[in-house]
C-alpha cells in the first residue's frame, strides 16, 4: 500500500510538472498536495491514519494535479463534456470543490474520534461537515487574496469563467461532499478504525490501543 500510494503520487506529480498550461497556477493548485504529503511523513509513525484516509488524500491529490497541469478551466474530458452538452463552461473545478468536502470529511471524522474531540454520534456528522464548510470558506479567501496581490495572472487559479455564482456554488458543494461522504463511508472507515483499536459507540467512545490503524 504504500510503495504504490508514493509511487502512484509523484508519478502524477512528475506528469502534472511537464509544461503545464501554466506554471504560475500550476505551482499554486499542485502545493496543497505536497503540504499533504509533508504532514503525511511527519506523522506517519505517531498517527498513521486509516487505508480509506490514505486513499482519498491520494484521490484529492490527483485532482489537484490534473488541474494544475491543464488549468481547472482546461481539462480535456471536462471540455468534452462542455461541447457535448451544450454547457456554459469547463465543470472540472466544481469536481475539485466536491473532493474539497468530501476527502477531508473522512480525515476530520478521524481526528475527532481518535482523539475524543467529540463524546458520541449526535454532535459527530454535523461538527464534521461545519469544518468541512469552513475549509472551503477558508480556500475561497485564499483565492482572494492571491487574485488581489497577483491581479491578472490568479485568473485560471480563480476558475470563475465569469461565473457570478461561482464562490457559492463551491462552497455548497463541498457541504454536499461532505454529507455525500459520510453516507458512504461512515461503516467502512467505523471497520477499518476498530481494526486500528479505536470505537466510537452511540454514547461515547474510546481508544482501546495505541496501535495504529493498518495500512
Given at each position: 500500500?504504500?510503495?504504490?500510494?508514493?509511487?502512484?503520487?509523484f508519478?502524477v506529480?512528475?506528469?502534472?510538472?511537464?509544461?503545464?498550461?501554466?506554471?504560475?497556477?500550476?505551482?499554486?493548485?499542485?502545493?496543497?498536495?505536497l503540504?499533504?504529503?509533508?504532514?503525511?511523513?511527519?506523522?506517519?509513525t505517531r498517527?498513521r491514519?486509516?487505508?480509506?484516509?490514505?486513499?482519498?488524500i491520494?484521490?484529492?491529490?490527483?485532482?489537484?494535479?490534473?488541474?494544475?497541469?491543464?488549468?481547472?478551466?482546461?481539462?480535456?474530458?471536462?471540455?468534452?463534456?462542455?461541447?457535448?452538452?451544450?454547457?456554459?463552461?469547463?465543470?472540472?473545478?466544481?469536481v475539485?470543490?466536491?473532493?474539497?468536502?468530501f476527502?477531508?470529511?473522512?480525515?476530520?471524522?478521524?481526528?475527532?474520534?481518535?482523539l475524543?474531540?467529540i463524546?458520541?454520534?449526535?454532535?459527530?456528522?454535523?461538527l464534521v461537515i461545519?469544518?468541512?464548510?469552513?475549509?472551503?470558506?477558508?480556500?475561497?479567501?485564499?483565492?482572494?487574496?492571491?487574485?488581489?496581490?497577483?491581479?491578472?495572472?490568479?485568473?485560471?487559479?480563480?476558475?470563475?469563467?465569469?461565473?457570478?455564482?461561482?464562490?457559492?456554488?463551491?462552497m455548497?458543494?463541498?457541504?454536499?461532499?461532505?454529507?455525500?461522504?459520510l453516507?458512504?463511508?461512515?461503516?467502512?472507515?467505523?471497520?477499518q478504525?476498530?481494526?486500528?483499536?479505536?470505537?466510537l459507540?452511540?454514547?461515547?467512545?474510546?481508544?482501546?490501543?495505541?496501535?495504529?490503524?493498518p495500512?
Amino acid at each position: 500500500m504504500k510503495i504504490a500510494w508514493i509511487v502512484t503520487f509523484f508519478a502524477v506529480l512528475i506528469w502534472s510538472g511537464i509544461q503545464p498550461h501554466d506554471r504560475f497556477t500550476w505551482v499554486l493548485e499542485v502545493l496543497p498536495a505536497l503540504i499533504a504529503l509533508v504532514v503525511l511523513i511527519a506523522t506517519y509513525t505517531r498517527f498513521r491514519l486509516t487505508t480509506l484516509s490514505y486513499t482519498l488524500i491520494l484521490v484529492h491529490s490527483i485532482i489537484l494535479m490534473v488541474g494544475g497541469h491543464y488549468t481547472y478551466a482546461e481539462v480535456p474530458l471536462f471540455n468534452w463534456l462542455r461541447d457535448l452538452f451544450d454547457l456554459e463552461r469547463n465543470n472540472y473545478d466544481k469536481v475539485g470543490h466536491l473532493a474539497q468536502g468530501f476527502i477531508p470529511a473522512i480525515i476530520a471524522r478521524e481526528i475527532f474520534i481518535r482523539l475524543k474531540v467529540i463524546n458520541g454520534r449526535s454532535w459527530l456528522n454535523f461538527l464534521v461537515i461545519c469544518l468541512c464548510l469552513a475549509v472551503s470558506a477558508f480556500y475561497e479567501f485564499i483565492e482572494w487574496w492571491v487574485a488581489a496581490l497577483t491581479g491578472e495572472s490568479a485568473e485560471a487559479f480563480l476558475g470563475t469563467q465569469g461565473y457570478v455564482w461561482d464562490t457559492q456554488s463551491d462552497m455548497l458543494l463541498a457541504g454536499i461532499g461532505a454529507s455525500l461522504a459520510l453516507l458512504i463511508f461512515t461503516r467502512l472507515h467505523d471497520r477499518q478504525l476498530e481494526a486500528g483499536g479505536y470505537a466510537l459507540t452511540r454514547h461515547s467512545h474510546s481508544s482501546q490501543s495505541s496501535k495504529p490503524s493498518p495500512v
